[in-house]
């Protein structure tokens, strides 16, 4: 890869970590799925378990795109390790799927089902805690865990005093804490 496209490709995943650009993903979709369905089917993927893989890969893309680093490696670099890994993933879960009986896969899916339904059901009472928290101290929180700027950083730019920043950010925890516990289920 030329180091033009080197340098493209990281503008893009840079859009789609920051801005969760759509266009660029795209782009990116576009360009790297079917070079990794071809390389996943020449390692003796089935064509259906190949682009399985690649949408897990393509997914990772979308949700962990802050995770690539282009001083490391390129993003077909990383993009091709992540296939890699995820192929070798699902070979060892087939051959686990060969040692257990079906009442112990059976038994194996109820209980993902439930931790799912948990996970979905503390992801709502969350959602519903933060939604309390009031708008100022919000954005403060909002600065200092989504954009991770440091509390100085978040002073400088609100024009707030540090102490204010740092009080704010406490006290919004503090009825995230209380929201979360009147939330939680008998």
Request: glycine share 4%; proline share 4%; net charge positive.
């Amino acid at each position: 890869m030329q180091g033009d496209d080197r340098d493209y490709f990281a503008r893009l995943t840079r859009a789609v970590a920051m801005e969760r650009d759509q266009a660029a993903f795209g782009v990116l979709f576009d360009h790297f799925a079917p070079r990794l369905k071809t390389w996943l089917m020449s390692q003796r993927i089935p064509v259906d378990e190949a682009e399985e893989l690649v949408q897990e890969v393509m997914t990772v893309l979308w949700h962990r795109a802050s995770l690539y680093d282009p001083q490391k490696s390129s993003l077909s670099t990383w993009l091709y390790r992540i296939a890699r890994n995820r192929r070798l993933d699902a070979q060892r879960r087939a051959k686990g799927k060969d040692a257990l009986g079906d009442a112990q896969w059976q038994m194996m899916d109820m209980q993902a089902t439930d931790l799912l339904v948990e996970v979905k059901e503390r992801d709502a009472r969350v959602r519903e805690a933060l939604s309390r928290i009031p708008g100022e101290q919000m954005e403060l929180v909002k600065a200092a865990f989504f954009l991770g700027q440091t509390h100085t950083e978040i002073a400088e730019a609100t024009g707030l005093p540090l102490g204010t920043v740092k009080s704010r950010i406490r006290l919004a925890f503090r009825h995230l804490r209380r929201a979360l516990e009147d939330a939680v289920p008998p």
